[in-house]
């Protein structure tokens, strides 16, 4: 869970939207498609990693992970949602 205060100040490096925590539902989504090797970040790469948090745009079109509490803001990681199912 990421403190309050750095979480009102993050946004989306690309479209500048608020950042919030991904819900549980998303999450599980996102990390079953993982363990099926069906997701790919921005810049086309496979994830492979399982999450344990996330951040998340408020019309839900992108995700970014949340690694070891730091949240990795980097245009190139975040995953496009909805994922295809």
Partial sequence: ????????ILCCPETRQPLSQA????????NNAIQAGSVKNIAGENVADIL?????????????PV????????????????LEK
């Avoid at 869970?1 to 009102?8: A, H, V």
């Avoid at 819900?23 to 996102?30: C, F, K, M, P």
């Fill in 23 to 30: 819900d549980a539902d998303t999450i599980a989504l996102v």
């Fill in 67 to 82: 690694r070891e509490g730091i949240p990795v803001l980097l245009a190139d990681e975040a995953v496009l949602l909805p």
């Fill in 52 to 64: 344990t948090d996330a951040l998340v745009t408020p019309d839900g079109s992108r995700l970014y």
């Fill in 1 to 8: 869970m990421l403190d309050s205060k750095l979480l009102s």
